[in-house]
């Protein structure tokens, strides 16, 4: 494994494992515009806000797109809306703009019409395209990475082999200096007495507590039937979400929690410093892939069965375990494990060496095939609201 890898640099200090321009759609109408003008550069992602084009009680939403526009991997950013609904581009594009990246936004209503927005839009796209090609190299030690960790399509392979091995290269990356951070609460049930003990403080310990305890509450409304599981989970073999916990919780490693990051319309929490963090990213995938990348993250390991999630802002590294599944969407076999032919560390070290590879450039296995919606999550303040939670840190 090498130390270090030679990133793209940002005005704000950070260093970017890749170089993208974000064109955002904060409504859904104007998400064809947003791909056409997509289409004419080299780097161009699109991200649409499908829930509403209201701002009032989406501030969440709001919140992950300018986190994400600040992402280490983004360049630059073109901010599109129709200019009927109540989300002004600017609520976006000004906060990235601070960072000193380029951050444009147009309104189609103002630029008579589609053609014409997306003529303006090409125009400055390309633009952004150009800062991003300008932007410079700089040599930056794998310490700096920040890595999400999350799960999805967990079957008894995952608890056995992939959550373990992913779980090991996680403690490995912290030891060397490197943010690592877990989401999906709600796969943590069951698990407060273990994470508790690896609190750095009483205060850690009490808020992670709390906040699995909400999501819990969330998901489990009473009078409401709603999966938690799915049914590849079971079909695969888990039968309890208690037992997909405790397999889940194998993937954090066993290094000390510095912090249980926020995520809601009023708190947008990040890592102040390098360690193990748990966070409020969804278990929904896609729309997790949105908050690791809104939580500063460089990329993702992903652990699971069969499953190929996908993010085209963060890459992600896919880790499974089993041999009945694997197919070319897989970066790392761990099915050896399974059949007793491979220890947990020799898998972690190869997870670890792929980590440096994907830093310095190297594409994941489907990095430029698979797409995968960048899907916005936001909690219902309404149903907050019943709840009578209270955002605080």
Same mark, same amino acid.
């Given at each position: 494994?090498?130390? /270090?890898?030679?990133?793209?640099?940002?005005?704000d200090g950070?260093?970017?494992i890749?170089?993208?321009?974000?064109?955002?759609?904060?409504?859904?109408c104007?998400?064809?515009?947003?791909?056409?003008?997509?289409?004419?550069?080299?780097?161009?992602?699109?991200?649409t806000?499908?829930?509403?084009?209201?701002?009032?009680?989406?501030?969440?939403?709001?919140n992950?797109?300018?986190?994400?526009?600040?992402n280490?991997?983004?360049?630059?950013?073109?901010?599109? $809306?129709m200019?009927c609904?109540?989300?002004?581009?600017?609520?976006?594009?000004?906060?990235?703009? /601070?960072?000193?990246?380029? +951050?444009?936004s147009?309104?189609?209503?103002?630029?008579?019409? !589609? #053609?014409?927005?997306?003529?303006?839009?090409? $125009?400055?796209?390309?633009?952004?395209q150009? =800062?991003?090609?300008?932007?410079?190299?700089?040599?930056?030690?794998?310490?700096d990475?920040?890595?999400?960790?999350k799960?999805?399509?967990?079957d008894?392979?995952?608890?056995? $082999?992939?959550n373990?091995?992913?779980?090991?290269?996680?403690?490995t990356?912290?030891?060397l200096?490197?943010t690592?951070?877990?989401?999906?609460?709600i796969?943590?049930?069951?698990?407060?007495?273990?994470?508790?003990?690896r609190?750095?403080?009483p205060?850690?310990?009490?808020?992670?507590e *709390?906040?699995?305890h909400?999501?819990?509450a969330?998901?489990?409304v009473?009078?409401?039937?709603?999966?938690?599981?799915s049914?590849?989970?079971?079909v695969?073999?888990?039968?309890?979400?208690?037992?997909?916990?405790?397999?889940?919780?194998?993937? /954090?490693?066993?290094?000390?929690?510095?912090?249980v990051?926020?995520?809601?319309?009023?708190?947008?929490?990040?890592? !102040?410093?390098?360690?193990?963090?748990l966070?409020?990213?969804?278990?929904?995938?896609?729309? +997790?892939?949105?908050?690791?990348?809104a939580?500063?993250?460089h @990329?993702?390991?992903?652990?699971?069965g069969g =499953?190929g999630?996908?993010n085209p802002?963060v890459?992600?590294? #896919?880790?499974?375990?089993?041999?009945y599944?694997?197919n070319?969407?897989?970066?790392?076999? +761990?099915?050896?494990?399974?059949?007793?032919?491979?220890?947990?560390e020799?898998? =972690?070290e *190869?997870?670890? +060496?792929?980590?440096?590879?994907? =830093?310095?450039g190297?594409?994941t296995?489907?990095?430029? @095939?698979?797409?995968?919606?960048?899907?916005?999550?936001?909690?219902?303040? #309404?149903?907050?609201?019943?709840?009578?939670?209270?955002?605080?840190?």
């Open positions: 494994m090498m130390n /270090t890898f030679m990133g793209f640099g940002r005005a950070s260093v970017g890749r170089n993208h321009v974000l064109i955002m759609a904060v409504d859904e104007c998400e064809g515009i947003a791909r056409a003008i997509a289409d004419s550069i080299d780097n161009g992602i699109v991200v806000n499908y829930n509403t084009c209201m701002y009032g009680g989406n501030e969440e939403m709001i992950t797109m300018i986190h994400t526009g600040n280490p991997n983004v360049a630059g950013v073109l901010v599109l $809306a200019g609904g109540s989300i002004d581009p600017e609520i976006v594009a000004a906060p990235i703009r /601070t960072t000193g990246r380029a +951050a444009f147009l309104v189609c209503m103002k630029q008579q019409g !589609t #053609r014409a927005t997306i003529n303006q839009g090409k $125009a400055l796209a390309q633009e952004l150009q =800062a991003a090609n300008a932007a410079p190299r700089v040599e930056t030690p794998i310490s990475l920040v890595i999400g960790v799960c999805g399509g967990s008894t392979s995952s608890g056995i $082999a992939s373990p091995s992913v779980g090991r290269a996680v403690d990356l912290v030891d200096g490197a690592a951070i877990a989401g999906e609460l796969e943590l049930v069951g698990c407060e007495a273990i994470l508790r003990q609190a750095v403080s205060e850690v310990a009490d808020k992670l *709390r906040l699995i909400e999501e819990e969330r998901w489990h009473d009078g409401a039937e709603v999966e938690t599981m049914i590849g989970n079971s695969g073999g888990l039968t309890t979400l208690e037992e997909k916990s405790f397999g889940a919780l194998s993937k /954090t490693g066993t290094r000390p929690i510095q912090g990051l926020q995520i809601n319309h009023l708190i947008h929490e990040k890592p !102040t410093q390098p360690g193990f963090y966070s409020e990213a969804t278990h929904l995938c896609g729309s +997790a892939g949105m908050h690791f990348a939580l500063g993250a @990329l993702i390991l992903w652990t699971t =499953a999630f996908n802002i890459p992600v590294i #896919r880790v499974s375990g089993n041999q599944l694997l070319e969407d897989i970066d790392i076999d +761990a099915s050896g494990i399974m059949r007793a032919e491979e220890g947990v020799s898998v =972690a *190869r997870i670890v +060496a792929k980590v440096s590879q994907v =830093a310095q190297q594409q296995n489907i990095e430029e @095939l698979g797409y995968s919606y960048c899907s916005l999550y936001q909690k219902d303040q #309404r149903l907050e609201t019943v709840l009578r939670f209270k955002p605080n840190c």
